[in-house]
């Protein structure tokens, strides 16, 4: 078989994964809408959202009045919610994979999570009530983007980043704030409890308005990230490979980083900390799309969208009482990781 035929049969089975992972995704998200302690029928569900996406309101007629709002305004912003960060997630993960060259990468090794963490910690102990609701996320999001920024300017020299530099600066500077998260927990006092549930993750009483933003800065994001999809094939291949196909290798790996970690950086903001979907879902996608980054990109966003969600409604709606989502992916994700790596020790990442 010919490279251009392969390449073509790669093509359509990637195509063919992701429209099953899509349809896969919105029955997820069907079925949990239905789940929780009110259990409504899949009939309700479809009415009530065809009644708010058309104005058409006799469809409720018959419904029990508490269905509409348990629907529209308490389960699908945070389903829709879990969907998106999942999907963020794993774009993040692939991105920082591939320019890092470093199958342990993730979106928290240039220290993003651990800058969000602080800014929303920092909010939690001042109590600032400027902002409202909002005033953990947006302080989350600010120490996120002040810590990439940091970790770019300590790693650059001459005006090129190399990807040890960026990893170790990463370390170290994740270090430097976990230091100063430890000491807010400190003197946080009553605080205290609050900021380590932060900590953990929780997409409980999520609104319409932090799906909006993460769908917006996600979906801005995730087709950025793919326009460069290419280029990133390229520079796995070696900077000056890169640049004899064209590639402005360190222009290009700002760009990406600058993306990915401001992906990453807004779930964060919205969720706490969630760990191991970044790392593991582009792991699992690789082995079943290939290496290619056009195609997986896509297929690993719907896959983190899927398994987020569905761990989600575990502790939601399975289980008798809600644990932190960040607690059950760990518990889920690191035996996971563990098997991968222990079974593809010897594969490297673009092989």
Not at 230 to 247: H, P, Q, T, W
Not at 255 to 272: D, F
Request: aromatic share 8%; net charge positive; proline share 3%.
């Amino acid at each position: 078989m010919s490279n251009s035929a392969r390449d073509a049969s790669r093509h359509h089975r990637g195509v063919f994964i992701f429209l099953v992972l899509g349809l896969l995704l919105l029955l997820v998200v069907f079925l949990s809408t239905g789940m929780g302690y009110i259990r409504i029928a899949p009939l309700a569900v479809l009415k009530v959202i065809f009644s708010h996406l058309t104005g058409n309101t006799q469809l409720l007629d018959g419904l029990d009045k508490v269905f509409p709002y348990v629907i529209w305004d308490v389960r699908l912003p945070r389903i829709l919610t879990a969907a998106i960060v999942g999907c963020g997630l794993s774009i993040s993960g692939v991105v920082f994979q591939g320019i890092l060259l470093n199958p342990l990468a993730d979106p928290y090794t240039l220290g993003v999570s651990a800058g969000a963490a602080f800014g929303a910690a920092m909010a939690l102990l001042m109590e600032i009530p400027l902002l409202g609701v909002y005033t953990v996320p947006l302080f989350a999001f600010a120490g996120a983007l002040l810590t990439l920024l940091f970790v770019l300017s300590i790693s650059s020299f001459e005006g090129r980043i190399a990807s040890n530099n960026l990893i170790l600066s990463g370390i170290i500077v994740a270090t430097i704030l976990s230091a100063g998260i430890s000491f807010i927990k400190y003197v946080a006092d009553e605080q205290v409890s609050v900021i380590i549930f932060w900590l953990l993750g929780s997409f409980n009483s999520r609104t319409w308005l932090d799906v909006s933003l993460t769908l917006g800065i996600v979906t801005a994001g995730g087709l950025f990230c793919l326009y460069f999809a290419r280029d990133l094939n390229a520079m796995a291949l070696g900077d000056r490979i890169a640049m004899s196909l064209g590639v402005h290798a360190n222009r290009t790996r700002v760009a990406l980083l600058v993306a990915a970690s401001l992906i990453a950086s807004v779930c964060v903001a919205v969720s706490g900390i969630i760990g191991f979907v970044g790392l593991v879902i582009p792991h699992l996608m690789r082995f079943v799309v290939g290496s290619d980054n056009r195609i997986l990109l896509p297929t690993s966003a719907l896959l983190g969208g899927i398994l987020l969600l569905f761990a989600d409604t575990i502790t939601r709606a399975v289980l008798p009482h809600e644990i932190p989502i960040g607690v059950l992916t760990a518990i889920i994700g690191g035996p996971v990781f563990c098997y991968i790596f222990r079974k593809n020790r010897r594969v490297m990442i673009h092989g």
